[in-house]
């Protein structure tokens, strides 16, 4: 019986530039942490490599997954920044978010540390295409 | 691209014309530096014209609110002017748009300063 499930890599615009971002942003902050130039292409190159690693499409979804070696949080617990008393605080914003724009966001320990991973569903042109891999 | 500022007087108001990317690292200490300078300088009325801010993440909304903070507590204001889409979309969803004083209209925000 054939595989119902297709793994195939994103290759639509939108991704490269959110792959570039990423790179970019990674560049930027280790230049900004004294990192020598090497070192600094090396962070970026990793990242930008992880990056494309991290997308996926699954079915009619595309899966992001990103891994760290914290140790993660309970999205239980994490205050809710649209409470009157969090309102104004300069930070906690991200993982609200993050669940505000995707389908699915969910945080479990890895191996190695963390595991987040956000889902949307393909609702494009392309959803329930069979585009190849790049 | 990175963010780039630029400060006009208008009025007694200092304008602060933003453009680029308000993000986690340059993006945010830019635009922190910048309020700081203008509240140091004594100058308590500000405007940040964030017309071609075409993106912000959750630690340029932080600073944002920082920014806005700062400035109140300091005796002074701060009003966002000329929101593109997608930051109006940030604002409301964080309902930060009702903390903010929103203004589309350049001598309109100058006007409502007290």
Known sequence: ?134 | MTMKVSSRQVDGVTIVDCSGRITLGEGSVILRDTVRDILGKGNKKIVLNLQNVNYIDSSGIGELVSAFTTTKNQGGELKLLNLTKKVNDLLQITKLYTVFDVKDDEAAAVKAFK
């Not at chain 1, 595309?62 to 649209?82: C, F, H």
């Open chain 1, 1 to 134: 019986m054939a595989m119902t499930e297709q793994r195939v890599s994103y290759t639509l615009d939108s991704s490269l530039e959110t792959i570039d971002n990423a790179e970019e942003k990674a560049t930027r902050i280790a230049t900004e942490l004294g990192f020598g130039d090497d070192e600094v292409m090396q962070i970026s190159m990793a990242v930008r490599e992880g990056a494309v690693n991290a997308f996926e499409r699954t079915g009619d979804n595309l899966v992001i997954t990103i891994r760290d070696q914290g140790p993660g949080m309970d999205l239980s617990k994490i205050p809710n920044p649209l409470a009157p008393e969090n309102l104004l605080k300069t930070s906690g914003r991200g993982i609200f978010l993050m669940r505000s724009f995707m389908d699915v966001v969910e945080i479990r320990p890895s191996q190695t540390g963390t595991e987040l991973k956000l889902i949307k569903r393909v609702h494009g042109p392309s959803a329930g295409g069979k585009e190849a891999s790049q």
